[in-house]
């Protein structure tokens, strides 16, 4: 191996004073989820594994390191939602992180609106300015390479319903940049905003003619 790399075994330790792995994974979509238990508890956290993995259906999935609430709401109810965090919402999406008891109000803690859902009935963030209706398709244990359990389970959903503020549509098409989406780093406390100067268009390559 080229002394120019730092290699490491994760089994083993990194070796650096931070974990490099989910800086290396970044940024990252974050994964605002809210949920309900089966006596309509609310309840509103950000992930920060988080993305999409199907078109049709479309289906979403989210990562729960170990037995938290949306991940025991989104088992006994079959329902959440992700709620777009834009810069405004940074702010309120932290103060959601907090590790509280499973019977505090997150929205109620954070400030902020729980509106109905129109297919489900897990309320969604009002403020927020895209909002995805989730119906729970399955919870996958993660194990090793050598068929060992983690403490994570991922989280999938199929998106039933979709809710767009007009402002982000520009004739008919969603700009990403206009939802001023946070989206997260490596290390405990980074975040970046996605701006309209860092875009990059990349057309994909034309099949060659035979």
């Known amino acids: 191996m080229s002394s120019e790399y730092?290699?490491?075994?994760?089994?083993?330790?990194?070796?650096?004073?931070?974990?490099?792995?989910n800086a290396i994974i970044a940024p990252r979509p974050i994964g605002w989820i809210s949920s309900q238990?089966?006596?309509?508890?609310?309840?509103?956290?950000?992930?920060?594994?988080?993305?999409?993995?199907?078109?049709?259906?479309?289906?979403?999935?989210?990562?729960?390191?170990g037995a938290k609430d949306t991940l025991?709401?989104?088992?006994?109810?079959?329902?959440?939602?992700?709620?777009?965090?834009?810069?405004?919402?940074?702010?309120?999406?932290?103060?959601?992180?907090?590790?509280?008891?499973?019977?505090?109000?997150?929205?109620e803690l954070a400030g902020l609106t729980p509106a109905p859902s129109q297919r489900i009935r897990v309320p969604h963030v009002a403020e927020a300015r895209a909002v995805f209706e989730c119906r729970t398709t399955q919870i996958v244990p993660l194990v090793t390479a050598n068929g060992e359990a983690t403490v994570t389970q991922v989280v999938f959903g199929e998106v039933i319903g979709v809710h767009i503020h007009k402002t982000l549509l520009s004739q008919g098409v969603y700009q990403t940049t206009a939802g001023k989406p946070v989206v997260r780093g490596g290390g405990p406390s980074t975040y970046f905003r996605v701006q309209e100067d860092n875009r990059l268009e990349m057309h994909r390559p034309a099949l060659p003619r035979p």
């Open 37 to 65: 238990d089966a006596q309509g508890v609310l309840n509103l956290a950000p992930y920060s594994f988080f993305n999409a993995f199907n078109y049709t259906p479309p289906i979403i999935g989210f990562a729960s390191n």
């Open 72 to 107: 025991a709401n989104a088992e006994a109810t079959g329902e959440f939602c992700w709620n777009l965090v834009s810069e405004d919402l940074a702010e309120q999406m932290n103060a959601t992180s907090a590790e509280v008891a499973a019977d505090v109000d997150e929205f």
């Open 6 to 21: 730092h290699f490491y075994e994760p089994g083993s330790g990194h070796g650096l004073p931070h974990s490099p792995f």
